[in-house]
């Protein structure tokens, strides 16, 4: 278990790494800070003297190899628009993000793996219909038209919601969370739908078609002739054998609405490094950009991590493998 | 003796696009208490859905459209779906065809097993251990108590049919229903689980009901053996006489198409033809397109079961009665 766990992190930093040097050799092509920093009447000189201060003169085996070497020790630079150390920035922007990914995750999970199970159980009742109905436009609404949507119904019409920002937060020092706050979460509601409803719909969709796959296999069948209750049968032994591939489907998916809470945090102003992104793309702010893309791609490593531990806690298959054998994967 | 279960005048339907076709038709027989019933047919013969209709199981759009199962003379086909479910496992177990997938590959046997224990007995968890334990020990797994926590994949096919077994014994029912036991095993393992079955069945005065195509499996183990064709019984008898002196020219085509040691012949004998599909069964008797003594009333009128020497026989050969007269009634 442990060298199986060590050799993951070597996997991990070695992903780490590759992620790193694309987003460095990506540098010379989106774009130069310099027009955007200095303006279109900028000198010559100020230009040269400020490519000299940012280091831009440099070959870019060079520029590269800097980058790579600080990127390795978790530094990324300053923000070339801000000032400011990137690390601080993300520090600022991270707890936003994660916040309302959390709730959306949840949100998507708790109400997605409920509603599909028993779009299985009752095929064919009323509700089920609609669930199915309804998943259907969850899963090919592009997510920018339900926020807009969301705002529109209950931000301007019922005026229920606030349509932008993070409302009140408290500053724990290290952690601002508006979770904490009643302000905090009426203003997570619309964002957190929004990002959530995409997953749900999948998730439901899949629980429902992996539910209805274990309830034709024998072993539901032979517990039926046993005579457990249903009960028994669909939430101890169907719900169970779901579970796996639901797994693997809902890590990537958090992973997904970590890295793409950007379109969300554009639709709804909503002070992540989503939104963080978006701006540093539109100034080719190279540091934020690529310590952005190291950070996702970081998550996404630790997620997967988390979902290969949560296979071997569900299947015994997997941990007789494991502990049998010792190597191999 | 009075039957233990009687099954009267069942008809099992499959409602098709087509219309709906006769699965099962007209099928009854009784079952004693303690005593194994074979029942023997070529695949789609019906044997295995009406098996599936005695433990209340039928796979929907299949549907029992008529008949009576009776359990110690009181009906049970027309109870609730949860009074059906408290019959199966405690008053009549079953045994399914693919012990490599009737269990939970996620849950270890003993779970199973206690977990089956307690839905039926008013016993706690310690004493539903025990008698798991006892359970495995009774149907031969080596060290039953240390491989109590041990997951079906870490057992044998042959090993995994004990456990199945174990678990269809588990609340001690009357009446076990076997849905070929012993098919997907090799043929060494085959004699120790059929002996076993036996060996159980008669220490605990269990009835069984074997479903299976193996003759030599039946002629073993059975007592009286319902020899089935095209979704109706074709004959049925005490097995020797069934065996040794049979009365329904199919069964006859059946015995002779077992090859016996002291046999010099060239070629097996075989029946000419395939049992008809289910839509396309014909007029009349169901076999007589096949029937090397085919007359012209079995085109026309179909026979019931007819008292044939020792056995039973739906045939016209048994007829006393003639042919003109069965025609006007």
Known sequence: ?329 | MKPLLELRHIRIELPTRRGTLLAVDDVSFTIGEGEVLGVVGESGAGKSITAAAIIGLLEPPLRLAGGEILLDGARIDNLPPDAFRRIRGKQIGAIFQDPLTSLNPLYTIGRQLVETIRTHLPLGDKAATARAVELLQEVGIPGAAERFNAYPHQFSGGMRQRVVIALALAANPRLIVADEPTTALDVSTQAQIIALLKRLCRDHGTAVMLVTHDMGVIAETADRVAVMYAGRVAEIGPVRQVVKHPQHPYTVGLMGSIPSIGDTLERLPQIDGAMPRLGSIPPGCAFNPRCPKVMERCRVDRPDLLKAHATEAACWLHASISPGEAARG
């Open chain 1, 1 to 329: 278990m442990l060298a199986f766990i060590l050799r993951r992190i070597f996997q991990a930093a070695v992903v780490l790494v590759a992620v790193a040097s694309i987003a460095g050799l990506l540098f010379p092509y989106v774009g130069d800070p310099i027009g955007c920093l200095l303006g279109q009447d900028a000198r010559p000189d100020q230009i040269r003297e400020l490519r000299g201060a940012l280091g831009l003169d440099r070959p870019f085996y060079v520029q590269f190899w800097h980058f790579l070497s600080n990127a390795v020790q978790g530094e990324f630079g300053l923000s070339l628009r801000q000032g400011a150390k990137v690390s601080r920035l993300i520090g600022e922007r991270l707890p936003a993000t994660l916040e309302l990914s959390f709730v959306a995750a949840i949100l998507a999970l708790g109400a997605g793996i409920p509603m599909g199970v028993y779009a299985a159980l009752r095929r064919g009742s009323f509700l089920s219909q609609l669930f199915m109905t309804l998943s259907l436009l969850g899963v090919s609404l592009p997510v920018f038209l339900i926020g807009i949507l969301l705002i529109l119904v209950f931000s301007v019409t019922l005026g229920w919601f606030p349509s932008f920002g993070r409302g009140q937060t408290v500053d724990l020092g290290w952690w601002t969370s508006g979770l904490l706050t009643r302000d905090g979460w009426h203003h997570i509601v619309l964002p957190a739908l929004t990002l959530a409803i995409f997953q749900l719909t999948l998730i439901l969709r899949l629980v429902r078609s992996e539910m209805l796959e274990v309830l034709r296999t024998d072993y539901i069948k032979f517990a039926r002739a046993r005579g457990l209750t249903n009960r028994a049968v669909h939430f101890g032994h169907a719900l169970k054998n779901t579970l796996v591939p639901v797994i693997t489907i809902t890590g990537v998916q958090v992973g997904s609405i970590i890295a793409f809470a950007v379109i969300t945090e554009t639709v709804f102003q909503w002070p992540g490094m989503g939104l963080m992104f978006i701006q540093a793309v539109s100034y080719a702010d190279i540091p934020v950009m690529s310590a952005y893309l190291v950070l996702v791609a970081l998550f996404f490593v630790i997620i997967s991590l988390v979902v290969d531990l949560l296979y071997y806690l569900v299947d015994p298959r997997l941990r007789m493998q494991r502990g049998g054998g010792g190597h191999g994967r």
